[in-house]
Structure formats: structure tokens, C-alpha cells
T-cell receptor, first 113, second 117 residues
Framework: GEDVEQSLFLSVREGDSSVINCTYT??????LYWYKQEPGAGLQLLTY?????DMKQDQRLTVLLNKKDKHLSLRIADTQTGDSAIYFC?????????????FGSGTKLNVKP | KAGVTQTPRYLIKTRGQQVTLSCSPI?????VSWYQQTPGQGLQFLFE???????NKGNFPGRFSGRQFSNSRSEMNVSTLELGDSALYLC????????????????FGAGSRLTVL
């Protein structure tokens, strides 16, 4: 994940909004993804956004993409204790006729009751 | 439809031994990628297989190898295990080809947790 950067930790109170940030370096990225990993589990796809979009909303999740600054964020509204997990940002870059994926190091979200 | 299945889920080995992990992708997915996850190093890409060929490789020593079978199932092998190989090994499958009108999504298995003593 050397080209995709995230802060390591975020702590919020239950009911607040959480904002997890990510920066990437390759402007040719096609899609950007957010994955969630709960303890002892694999990564679960939360949402993704095409690189020509600015925003995508899906229930409590809002993804914002600033392509000029190569900045991606995930906002979780009304954060619950069940949202405590590690959140990974990822980008896919077109390579020949397939995609290569690059992951950030993950942001551990701790939701306090 | 069934998800990505990894076996075994947990295993304990001693230094110097070798281990083989298995991954069954989602039906129709031809690409299988392997990742190593450790607390200190995060998620590290090992390799990717597509149609029985290694298409992409990360920066791991030759002790780490893999293969893919004609049914797209994949195995990875680690020989001469070291303490530092203790990790969660994740497999992810995808269609494997750039999709013109949509995202090529990686779907992950639950992982195989390897402990080396």
C-alpha cells in the first residue's frame, strides 16, 4: 500500500459521524473502493466509486472523491458500535486488459458507547 | 452464490516446516489474488493468478509460491517457515478482466490464520 495512504486510527462516540480519509497517487485510477474488516474476518466490500464521480451515497455511507487532490473519504453517519472495524481504501489501475489493485494500510475505527 | 472459501481457517506450524493453503473462488471468477496481513506490515500483496498463470507478483521471497488449477481454485505454499510468516493469509477472487462498464471487484475469503512456533 505504499501509494495509498490512510491514518491508522480514528475514535468516535456512538451516534457521531465518522470520516475516514485516504490519499492516492495515481491519477489514472479507474475505481476507488472502501472495504471493511471485522475482527477475525476477511475484507468485505462496502462501496466503490468511479473516478469520474464526485460523490456516492449509500444509506449511512457517503463517499467523496476529490480527483484534483487525489483524496477519497468515507463518511459514516450515526456511527454505531457495530461499525468498529478496520477500513481499507483501495484503488484499481488499468494494466493491459486487467486491473491491478492497491490497498492502503487500513484505518482502525473505534466507536465508544 | 457461494463466496470465496479458504481452508484451513487456522493452523499452527513450527519453524522449518512447510504449509499449503487453499482458496476456492466464486464461480465464474478466473482471478485469484493472495495477500498477507500482519499487524506491523498491513496488507501485503503476494501474487495473482489468472487462467492458471501467475500474472502479477509482489515482493516476497521465493519461499512463497502458488498455483492455480483449471477450475480456478488456487493454492499457496510457504516452505521453510519462519516466525515472521505468522499472519492472516487472505485470498480474493475477481473476474480478472477489465470490465468496460463496471467495477472489477475483489471478493475476499475469511482468511487462513497461520501461527509459526
Amino acid at each position: 500500500g505504499e501509494d495509498v495512504e490512510q491514518s491508522l486510527f480514528l475514535s468516535v462516540r456512538e451516534g457521531d459521524s465518522s470520516v475516514i480519509n485516504c490519499t492516492y497517487t495515481d491519477s489514472s485510477s479507474t475505481y476507488l473502493y472502501w472495504y471493511k474488516q471485522e475482527p477475525g474476518a476477511g475484507l468485505q466490500l462496502l462501496t466503490y466509486i468511479f473516478s469520474n464521480m464526485d460523490m456516492k451515497q449509500d444509506q449511512r455511507l457517503t463517499v467523496l472523491l476529490n480527483k484534483k487532490d487525489k483524496h477519497l473519504s468515507l463518511r459514516i453517519a450515526d456511527t454505531q458500535t457495530g461499525d468498529s472495524a478496520i477500513y481499507f481504501c483501495a484503488e484499481s489501475r488499468r494494466w493491459d486488459n486487467f486491473n491491478k489493485f492497491y490497498f492502503g494500510s487500513g484505518t482502525k475505527l473505534n466507536v465508544k458507547p | 452464490k457461494a463466496g470465496v472459501t479458504q481452508t484451513p481457517r487456522y493452523l499452527i506450524k513450527t519453524r522449518g516446516q512447510q504449509v499449503t493453503l487453499s482458496c476456492s473462488p466464486i464461480s465464474g471468477h478466473r482471478s485469484v489474488s493472495w495477500y498477507q496481513q500482519t499487524p506491523g506490515q498491513g496488507l501485503q500483496f503476494l501474487f495473482e493468478y489468472f487462467s492458471e498463470t501467475q500474472r502479477n507478483k509482489g515482493n516476497f521471497p521465493g519461499r512463497f509460491s502458488g498455483r492455480q488449477f483449471s477450475n480456478s481454485r488456487s493454492e499457496m505454499n510457504v516452505s521453510t517457515l519462519e516466525l515472521g510468516d505468522s499472519a492472516l493469509y487472505l485470498c480474493a477472487s475477481s473476474l480478472g478482466l477489465a470490465v468496460p462498464s463496471g467495477a472489477n471487484v475483489l471478493t475476499f475469503g475469511a482468511g487462513s490464520r497461520l501461527t509459526v512456533l
